[in-house]
């Protein structure tokens, strides 16, 4: 296939040549693309598997990388996670043809997976440094991964932040102003309330999926991604009440992801927004996972919801890092 970087060869890395991935000449220093695991564990895990793991070289040399990823098991990848430009000038054009020839060999016209029960292809997950907008050498490596995505034919979905809270932080005091029941035991009212949720909310995920299909069936997809989590299930589950009426005015939907505890949601309805109630929500979650003994406890919330990111920081999270994604 011809390129705008005729002397550059775009391909998918096989069995028994991962650590390829790994020869990349200019690998970022400024946090950009930074995650928890390296690589080997990522391709170690089953993450990163031959055929989705993608280099661009040149004169022998790889010049930019891309990776793709899903859950072990799974058909097709759920993601691009890990995507370096390369050095030299013309780093935006190399990035985006790899992208192009990757894209087009791994996405057929029937993709879907659990992230995209709608089709599309697997969105681009850009992992930052917290001051990532504040350092130079931060937002110029950003920028030009973005710019190489974006020229590849993605687009800005959201960023979010990711927030982390430990016990040093200590407990936050349970809320004196509502009252918590187990949303297990009215699922009618659980369902209502994030239908409610749903239908006006700054979450970008829960937002199109409720402008596609309307809140209800947003919701639903809500409450079935936060079923297939690792956590107890539905026990953690909570609906906050009025205390006299007992009208509920939101809910939250503590669980587990595989690696720390998490919120899987959280949401007050529209008519109870203003007063501070997101942050009770949160501090009941806190503290379900202090009495089951979690340490840690990971979140994450879209860059645009700013009552959300001030709930957690009022219940001692630290903002670790901020991600960009693009569909």
Do not use: K
């Not at 072990?72 to 192009?100: I, K, M, N, Q, S």
């Not at 809320?175 to 009215?186: C, I, P, V």
Request: one cysteine or more; charged letters at 25%; aromatic letters at 8%.
């Amino acid at each position: 296939m011809e390129t705008a970087v005729p002397d550059v060869t775009f391909r998918a890395l096989g069995e028994g040549e991962l650590a390829r991935f790994q020869d990349f000449v200019d690998p970022p220093r400024s946090g950009v693309g930074d995650r928890s695991r390296i690589y080997e564990q990522f391709v170690a895990d089953g993450d990163y598997r031959a055929g989705w793991v993608w280099v661009a070289e040149r004169d022998g040399a790889v010049v930019a990388r891309a990776a793709f990823a899903a859950p072990p098991g799974e058909p097709l990848p759920w993601c691009l996670d890990w995507f370096d430009t390369g050095a030299g000038p013309d780093r935006v054009a190399v990035g985006a043809e790899l992208l192009r020839a990757a894209y087009a060999a791994l996405v057929p016209p029937d993709y879907a997976t659990p992230p995209h029960p709608d089709g599309g292809r697997p969105d681009y997950h850009l992992f930052l440094p917290a001051t990532w907008r504040e350092r130079a050498d931060s937002r110029r490596d950003a920028e030009y991964r973005i710019a190489a995505a974006e020229r590849a034919g993605l687009r800005l979905f959201t960023e979010r932040v990711n927030l982390r809270r430990t016990p040093d932080a200590g407990l936050p005091p349970r809320s004196g102003r509502l009252r918590f029941t187990t949303a297990a035991d009215d699922p009618g009212a659980l369902s209502e309330a994030l239908a409610a949720v749903c239908s006006d909310t700054r979450d970008a995920y829960a937002r199109r999926d409720a402008e596609r299909h309307g809140p209800r069936e947003a919701a639903r997809m809500i409450l079935a991604e936060v079923d297939t989590m690792p956590g107890p299930g539905r026990a953690w589950w909570r609906l906050a009440r009025t205390p006299g009426t007992g009208e509920v005015v939101g809910v939250v939907l503590p669980t587990r992801n595989p690696y720390a505890a998490t919120i899987g949601y959280v949401g007050v309805v529209p008519r109870h927004r203003g007063n501070g109630y997101a942050g009770d929500l949160v501090a009941e979650a806190l503290h379900l996972f202090a009495e089951a003994g979690e340490p840690v406890v990971d979140d994450a919330t879209d860059v645009a919801n700013a009552a959300m990111v001030a709930a957690f920081r009022r219940n001692g999270y630290r903002v670790v890092g901020h991600r960009v994604i693009l569909e």
